[in-house]
Every structure is written in C-alpha cells, then in structure tokens.
C-alpha cells in the first residue's frame, strides 16, 4: 500500500513538473485536477491526469 502513495506521490510531482508541456496536449484540464492562485503564484495539483496516466501505464505493463 505504502509503495503505491510513493509511486503517485512521484507522479504528482513529474506531472506537475511536465504540466505546461502537456497542457497542449489537453492533459491537465480534467474535472478532478485543481488550479489555484496563492500570492500571485498558480499551483496545480493534477489529481484526475495522474491518476489517469497511472492507469494507462498499469494497463500496458499488464498485458504486455
């Protein structure tokens, strides 16, 4: 259990990291992701994406 909030926990962070890139890809924008201002600076935290992506990835690492 610990190692799956490690793993997304580290997926938050890349995702976060990646987030402008992706954006033009319309990654980011989902209903679950939150954008905020706080003292003038924008923070997203992309829930729904990296959950998304998790599942993607598990997906393909199942069947292949």
Known sequence: MIRWVVVIFLAV??????LPWLEKLGIGRLPGDLRFKLFGRVF??????TILISLVV???ARFL
């Open 13 to 18: 962070i890349i995702f976060s990291s990646l």
């Open 44 to 49: 997203s935290l992309p829930f729904a994406s």
């Open 58 to 60: 598990f997906l393909l």
